[in-house]
């Protein structure tokens, strides 16, 4: 191979670990983000089962909501 090669070679495998580090960056970045969100809305479903828990709804339509946020609790592990 001719050095114009060589360096063509290695240009192209510079640019893929290039490519492949920020790939890994934005991938981290986002899932940090996600966590924080995850965090965010687990103070919320919290806020809501608890409140559900001391003071059970009466209406069919009250008792689904407050099922449901029940599995969300569970669905986003937060503290019981």
């Known amino acids: 191979m001719t050095a114009r090669g060589w360096r063509a070679?290695?240009?192209v495998l510079l640019t893929a670990v290039v490519a492949l580090a920020v790939a890994v960056l934005v991938a981290a970045r986002?899932?940090?983000?996600a966590e924080v969100a995850q965090q965010r809305s687990c103070g919320v479903v919290v806020a809501l089962?608890?409140?559900y828990r001391s003071a059970p709804?009466?209406?069919p339509a009250g008792r689904e909501v407050a099922a449901q946020i029940a599995d969300l609790r569970r669905?986003?592990?937060?503290?019981?």
Not at 30 to 33: C, N
């Open 75 to 80: 669905a986003y592990d937060c503290p019981a």
């Open 30 to 33: 986002a899932l940090r983000a």
């Open 57 to 59: 709804p009466q209406t």
């Open 9 to 11: 070679l290695v240009v």
């Open 49 to 51: 089962d608890s409140a």
